[in-house]
């Protein structure tokens, strides 16, 4: 199974390297190819020095509408399974396993994943509750 994942990225010099070293530990767990596709959005910072670094592929695009940012990615997507995740944010190492396992299944087609929050507050404790009432109605 090859992986494509697709990584919008607007001026993210300060987290995007380790997110992107969390994709490569969690391609370890899995035999298939990951490619990477950072998606560099108005870009004024480090962002596409750091992702080719890191062996990823850059796409420049300069919509201000993060879909279009994300379809520009997966327009040169070539693996047999998208997924997106935003710059900011860290793959769990067991992620491409468990996504191959749900999908060899035969009773998967797509997923969403977890959140786990490295800081709290009010706003951000409002926002989760918010979304959990809206996933469940």
Same mark, same amino acid.
């Given at each position: 199974?090859?992986?494509?994942?697709?990584?919008?990225?607007?001026?993210?010099?300060? #987290? &995007?390297?380790?997110? &992107?070293?969390?994709?490569?530990?969690?391609?370890?767990?899995?035999?298939?190819?990951?490619?990477?596709?950072?998606?560099?959005?108005?870009?004024?910072?480090?962002?596409?020095?750091?992702?080719?670094?890191?062996?990823?592929?850059? $796409?420049?695009?300069?919509?201000?509408?993060?879909?279009?940012?994300?379809?520009?990615?997966?327009?040169?997507?070539?693996?047999?399974?998208? $997924?997106?995740?935003?710059?900011?944010?860290?793959?769990?190492?067991?992620?491409?396993?468990?996504?191959?396992? #749900? &999908?060899?299944?035969?009773?998967?087609?797509?997923?969403?994943?977890? $959140?786990?929050?490295?800081?709290?507050?009010?706003?951000?404790?409002?926002? #989760?509750?918010?979304?959990?009432?809206?996933?469940?109605?």
């Amino acid at each position: 199974m090859r992986f494509s994942v697709v990584v919008p990225a607007h001026n993210e010099e300060q #987290l &995007l390297s380790s997110g &992107l070293d969390a994709i490569a530990e969690a391609n370890r767990s899995v035999a298939g190819e990951v490619e990477v596709i950072v998606v560099a959005n108005r870009c004024t910072d480090r962002t596409v020095e750091i992702a080719r670094a890191a062996g990823a592929r850059v $796409v420049v695009n300069d919509a201000r509408n993060i879909a279009a940012v994300r379809n520009a990615g997966a327009a040169t997507a070539t693996g047999d399974v998208f $997924v997106s995740i935003d710059a900011d944010c860290v793959m769990s190492p067991f992620a491409f396993s468990e996504m191959e396992r #749900l &999908l060899r299944t035969g009773r998967y087609v797509g997923g969403g994943a977890r $959140v786990r929050m490295e800081r709290s507050s009010v706003g951000i404790r409002a926002t #989760l509750r918010d979304r959990r009432r809206a996933a469940a109605s």
